[in-house]
Structures are given as C-alpha cells and as structure tokens.
C-alpha cells in the first residue's frame, strides 16, 4: 500500500484524533440507537425501565393485520414511486437535453419542488385532491371524467400519495438521468444518428450508457420510498382507517400510544426490509456496473 | 424562415412549457391565491383570483399569531439549520481528510460505516432515550447533534470526494514549511474544499431546514417550535383558516426558493454528485 511506504512526518498530519469529534456524535446519537433498537425490540419498555419479554413483539407484528398492512403498503410505496420515477424521469431527461429552447427554464421548474418542505406540499395536495370542490377533480368532472375520492377511498389513498411523492421527487431523479446522458461521449450520438430515429438512440445509446443513472435513482428513491413519512403522515395520517399506513407511520403511531416496544420493533422490522432489499440491489447493481 | 417553418420548431417548446407549467407550477399559484384569499373563500379550495386581495394582511396575522410563535419558529430553525450545517461542515471534512489521506484499513471501515449510515434508517426511540441519558431531550442542542450525525455520511462522502482532487503535495509543501496538522487542515485543505464546503452547506441547510420527522420526535413543546412544525400544529388550530395555514406555507417556502435562485447550480450538482458516485 501507498500509504505505509510514506514517511512517518508525513502521516502524523492525518491524525486519528481527527476523527474523534465525528465518531463521537455519529456514535452516540446513531450507531447507539440502533444497536439498542436490537435490544429494546425484545422488551416492553416505557423509557424507564425495560421488560425482557423475547419475541412477542414481534409475534404481535406479525399477528395484527393493522401492522402487517403497514409492512405491505411499505413495500408497494417504495415499488410504486420508484418505478415511476424512473419511467416518467428517463424521457423528460431526453427531452430536456434535447435541443429545446426552455430547457434552462424547464429544468429549473420541474427541480424546485425537490426543496420545497414535505409537508407543505402533503397540505397543498391534499387541498387539489379533495373530492368534491378540489381543483383536480374539478377539472376532470369538465372533461367528462371519472372523479375518484383521491385520499378517501381506502382503496386508493395510498397511490394517491405515492403519486404526490412522484410529483415532488421527479427532479432529483431527472437531474440524475440528465448528468447520466450528458456524460454519454457525442460519438454514440453521431453513429445513431447514421440510423435515424430517437428510439435508436434510446434504445441503443441512452439506455445502456445511462445505466448507472438508472440503477442511481431506482436504489434512492427505493430506499427512499421504504423511509416515507412525512408525506403519508400529512395527507392522510395512514387512513382511511389503515389502508394508507406504512412501517414509518405505525412507529410513528405506537410510539404515540405509548407502546415503545412495539414501535422499536417496527423500526427493526423497517431496518431489515430496507438491508434484505437494498444491499443485494447494491451488490448486484455494483456487478453490473463492472460488465460494462 | 417562414412561419410553417417557425411553428414547427417551436412546437416542441410550446407543447413542453404547456405541460410542465400546468403540473408543477399550477399548485404553486393555488398556494399563492389561497392564501390571499378571505377565510370563506380559502376554504371553497377553488382556483380562482381573490375577490378580496387581502395577501399581506393573512402574512401578517400568521407572523403575529398567537404570540409571534412563527418568528420564534422561523428564529428556531435558524439556529438549527446554522449550528448543525456548521458542525457537519466541520466533522466531515476532518474525517473526509484524514480518511482520503490515509487510505488505510482504518479508512474503508470508517468508508463502510458512512456508508451504512445513509441507507440505514435511523432508531427513533431509542435515540429519544439516548438524548433523555445524556439530558439533551426536547433542547436545540440535542436535535442539532441528532442532525448532523444522520447527515453526516453524505457530507463525508462528498468530502472525500473532493479531497481525491487536492494533491497532496500541497499538504507536504504545509508540512515542511513547519505546519502541525490542525493547521494544515484550517488553513491549506478547508479552503482548498470551498466549492465542496458549498455543496454540502446548501444541500444539508435545505434537507435540515425542511426536516419535519427530527423535531417531531425530539423536540415537541411549544416552546422549541421549528418552522415545519407551525405547519403542522396550523393544520388543528386552523382547522377551517386555510387561508392562514396557506400563508404560512408561502412563509415556510421563501428561504428554500432563495436558495434555489442563487445556489441552483450547487444544489443539482451536489445532489447528483453525492448520488451518482455514492
């Protein structure tokens, strides 16, 4: 190695103390927590004092059809608005290094809701989604349109949100997409153009030269997407009923109720979904990267 | 060119600007005429023009409600946003450094944890009882510290990013020249890092300013206030203001919009950056 044929003066500016500062924050106040989550999982807790009561945490998670609806919606949250992004953001991201005008102003459009707060646009949406006077469904009752109950129907709430998350996520993921294609060499441009249309030169340069800005988006807005809370929480509170609650919003809710136990559960049962699901995806997302 | 010509060249920008305008510039016009709108009219949720353009008065009752509790909100979160962003700044680049330099065993675990740090969701009650242990529980200071370990890992991986393209000759030149480490890394790397320093102020202030799940948990009581909970507890008090509670979003919006008009560049550039390296 490099480092170990450098001169002992020379390392002794890169001290390990410098790390101490750091590593004491992100120790206390994340490694800590997490690993007494482990802990505090296999306990009724109240904050003072601590029960050992094994796994029946664990085995009322996955009794009650309440918490196990929490960790399919979770699920589907995250394949929804992932999915999404990646279809709706690929296209605008050609679109916007085509050779358009706007694209300046477009880009700068469609990024600024990425920092606009969550919940104020969860508060917005919820206002354009409601049922009967909502802009929304006043403009599709005009077009002679079906006008769904967006966050009451239980059938729906959820994809109703997920949608809103896809509004407010699709910048980031098109900005992605967008440094993806600009870093694509002009030559796989040039030799496309020889053969014509634009689905050549998606199919054949955009897609496969873009592949790392594909995998980029669908690994963070996955996790991001198994991680949501502050949309759910503002539009519908998990309701109507359970049918739009997920993993982050039953912590949230046991928490409120006082059932620490349970709610550390549900973030352990959170912080296994998003390891069994994210780290093969890296894995396999890294090995393809290496093909190329 | 003739005017065939022209529409067929601009068709593509017309129909673009139609559709993008309507989706995502259409909520913000309803937020901005909602909440200068009378409380009745508000609350139709119609997206017409006010008929009483009262957009000022609704900003200033917000500002003024219930005690000025929004300045100590928007005061709050100042200090929040600050002293978080300035410890992460800090922390990182000096394990970024020493990290990149070293390139040891030592440096890809520390590589590793940081790593596990972003994808990992955080423990939320048990961090409540950590910060109940070390008596920082409901105080400032406890949810900056809670902030800048969650947001840690991205900075550090921007840093070290960065640190790749310093060469570390100049760091020898420092060292030769009788510098001990605390100055090298003051006054040769951290202002060598200074487009990175930005990057990381702008996308971490944005990220922290707008956390709603970090007060929530670790600093309820009205007293601690941050500007993303005003909204929150707006939404029962108000509960049929929604002119107010709109004013108040069109309150809580104007720091990230002006961020967004000068830091536009850094903000998509970070944003990417930390994505498609990480």
Known sequence: ?292 | MTVRKFIVSVWLDVTALIIIGTIFVVPFMFIFLTAAKTGPEAALFQFTWPSQFQFFENLREVLEFGDRRMLLALWNSTILTVGSVTLIVLLSALVAFVMQRRRDRMASVVNSIMLAGLIIPPAVVPTIFVLQQVGLYKTLIGLILVEVAFTMPFATLIFRTFMASIPGEIDEAAIIDGASPLQVFFSVILPLLRPAIVTVIVVSSVAIYNDFTGPLYFLPGGQNVTAQLTLYSFISQFSSRWHLLFADVVIITIPPLIMFMFFQRQIVSGMTAGAIKG
């Open chain 1, 1 to 292: 190695m490099k480092s170990n044929s450098r001169p002992r003066t020379i390392l002794r500016t890169y001290p390990y103390w410098f790390y101490l500062p750091a590593a004491l924050v992100f120790g206390v106040f994340f490694v800590v927590p997490t690993m007494l989550a482990f802990y505090f999982s296999l306990t009724r807790w109240t904050l003072f004092d601590a029960t050992f009561i094994g796994l029946d945490n664990y085995e009322r998670f996955l009794n009650d059809p309440q918490l196990m609806a929490g960790l399919r919606n979770t699920f589907i949250y995250a394949v929804i608005t992932s999915g999404l992004k990646v279809i709706i953001s690929l296209p605008l991201a050609m679109l916007l290094t085509s050779s358009l005008r706007l694209k300046g102003l477009l880009r700068g459009i469609i990024f600024f809701p990425v920092l606009v707060s969550t919940v104020a646009v969860g508060i917005t949406f919820a206002s354009l989604m409601q049922p009967s006077v909502g802009l929304i469904n006043t403009v599709l009752g005009a077009l002679g349109l079906p006008r769904p109950d967006w966050l009451g129907n239980p059938g729906l709430a959820l994809y109703s949100v997920a949608l809103v998350d896809v509004w407010k996520g699709i910048g980031i993921a098109t900005v992605i997409f967008i440094a993806g294609i600009l870093s694509i060499p002009l030559d796989f441009f040039e030799a496309a153009r020889l053969e014509g249309e634009t689905w050549v030169k998606f199919r054949y340069v955009i897609l496969p030269l873009a592949r790392n800005a594909t995998f980029t988006v669908i690994l963070l807005s996955f996790i991001g997407g198994l991680r949501t809370f502050d949309l759910i929480w503002t539009m519908t509170r998990g309701g109507p009923g359970f049918a739009s609650d997920v993993l982050t919003s039953v912590i949230y809710k046991q928490y409120q109720a006082g059932f620490y136990g349970l709610s550390v559960a549900g973030n352990v049962v959170l912080f296994i979904l998003v390891t069994i699901i994210v780290y093969p995806l890296m894995r396999f997302f890294n090995r393809a990267e290496l093909e190329l």
